[in-house]
């Protein structure tokens, strides 16, 4: 009786990984079958969503500085790809350690890798254009702006959606979500991959002060599905336990976007080579420091001395990451683990990822570039929102008919309910690239006209 109650969540059993790895796929759950072949389902849901726009269009999209002119510095694109990377090879470290503990189990953890893979490249599909301040551009045009007027048009739910909007949220909804003229089940990914990009698995009333959250009020049917076929518990109505598998895509996130954040500072020289190459080395022992300052000794580029530190640090990440989720996987299972996988590393390291968060957001958050994008992203996409939201609430207007007309197809403007409408408006704007929001911003605005 005693290990029986241990193995509850609030009267929930805790999760299991036979359940929690499905090939099953949205949409296609009818055709469904248990054949091996020679790709994984799992490995085509990486390949399709290379081949995806969506996908695609993060090429044009702001990390976090604006995007390059003569020195590279990252896109969403290249980030996801440097995440998928790194996760992939902390799933592998995974894979190994549970198939030590656990046995083969017919090759059930070998799938590691490849959902994390798939589920890192499309972690930052919803994201706006701008970088990050696109998301609160968008909800404060609700919470602040013009959109506040709509609030009686909207229930409880519907209007925690738009006041919070996320790009977690976001991101699950490009992948399942029927557009119009497209097939049912979205991308028709897999159910674990599915569940392992949602990093908030809780609805918009739970959004909290972060207000962060995992699916929309359109999707909650859908993620009920997915959560209901894994054996995901519902602690509370509305509120899920993580996918165990979304600890490592936060982790391969995390240690990604804050070492490279850094490496992309140095280049643009907001940071000085002296001052990356202290943050860096603190990821390191005495012993392993002084063998990486004799190894950076052959290196004249000041650039390839911080790529090496770089890597090594990354590298030490992947490696403690991968311990602190095999020793937690109890706890992962039973849904209580709690917190990041960073907070769990060796101290040194988290003392040291904190030094380089730290210096993120002193030095190069609050950096002129960053700001400058931030300012300008800002008034595009608020002047574009206001443009959408009023086209879609009274398209019976000449003006609406005539914007509506350049909004492709598959977003549903014409909906009946304004919910879905609004939802139409912020399909399009937030799948925008840079360069397409300033584009049409332009030809709103009569700044650019087609050459007559």
């Not at 063998?291 to 490696?319: C, F, H, Q, W």
Request: overall charge negative; some cysteine.
């Amino acid at each position: 009786m005693k290990a029986e109650k241990e193995n509850q969540i609030g009267g929930c059993e805790a999760m299991k990984w036979e359940r929690l790895i499905s090939d099953r796929r949205l949409g296609l759950e009818e055709f469904h079958d248990e054949r091996r072949h020679t790709r994984s389902d799992f490995q085509r849901d990486y390949d399709r969503l290379i081949f995806s726009s969506p996908f695609r269009r993060l090429q044009n999209k702001t990390q976090v500085f604006p995007l390059p002119g003569s020195i590279f510095v990252h896109n969403r694109l290249t980030h996801s790809l440097e995440v998928s990377s790194v996760g992939r090879s902390l799933g592998h470290e995974i894979a190994l350690g549970l198939k030590e503990r656990h046995g083969d189990c017919d090759g059930l953890f070998d799938n590691f890798r490849d959902i994390v893979a798939a589920a890192c490249l499309c972690h930052d599909l919803g994201n706006p254009p701008f970088g990050h301040s696109g998301e609160k551009t968008i909800s404060t045009f609700f919470s602040e702006g013009p959109g506040q007027s709509l609030r009686e048009c909207l229930t409880d739910r519907q209007w925690a959606d738009m006041i919070h909007f996320e790009g977690n949220a976001n991101s699950f909804r490009l992948l399942t979500h029927q557009f119009v003229g497209r097939r049912a089940g979205g991308m028709a990914m897999t159910y674990s991959t599915l569940a392992s990009v949602v990093k908030y698995p809780h609805t918009s009333l739970h959004a909290g002060q972060k207000g962060k959250f995992g699916f929309f009020e359109s999707e909650d049917e859908i993620f009920r599905r997915v959560a209901s076929w894994l054996g995901i518990p519902e602690i509370e109505p509305g509120r899920f336990v993580r996918h165990p598998l979304v600890y490592v895509v936060e982790a391969a996130d995390d240690i990604c976007y804050q070492i490279m954040d850094i490496e992309d500072a140095h280049k643009l020289k907001i940071l000085s080579t002296e001052h990356v190459t202290d943050l860096l080395l603190g990821f390191l022992t005495e012993p392993e420091r002084e063998r990486s300052v004799r190894s950076m000794a052959r290196l004249s580029d000041p650039n390839e001395k911080i790529a090496y530190l770089r890597s090594i640090a990354i590298g030490k990440l992947v490696t403690d990451s991968a311990r602190a989720f095999l020793e937690g996987e109890e706890d992962l299972l039973k849904g209580t683990f709690g917190r990041p996988l960073l907070d769990a590393v060796d101290p040194l390291l988290r003392e040291a990822y904190a030094s380089c968060s730290a210096t993120a957001w002193s030095r190069i958050y609050c950096a002129q570039e960053v700001a400058d994008i931030e300012i300008a992203g800002n008034r595009i996409i608020n002047y574009l929102m206001e443009a959408l939201v009023d086209a879609v609430i009274h398209p019976e207007r000449n003006s609406s008919r005539l914007l509506l007309n350049i909004v492709p197809r598959q977003y549903d403007t014409r909906a009946a309910d304004p919910y879905t409408r609004l939802q139409a408006a912020l399909d399009h704007v937030s799948g925008m690239t840079d360069v397409y929001a300033l584009d049409l911003y332009r030809k709103l605005n009569g700044h650019s006209l087609p050459a007559v």
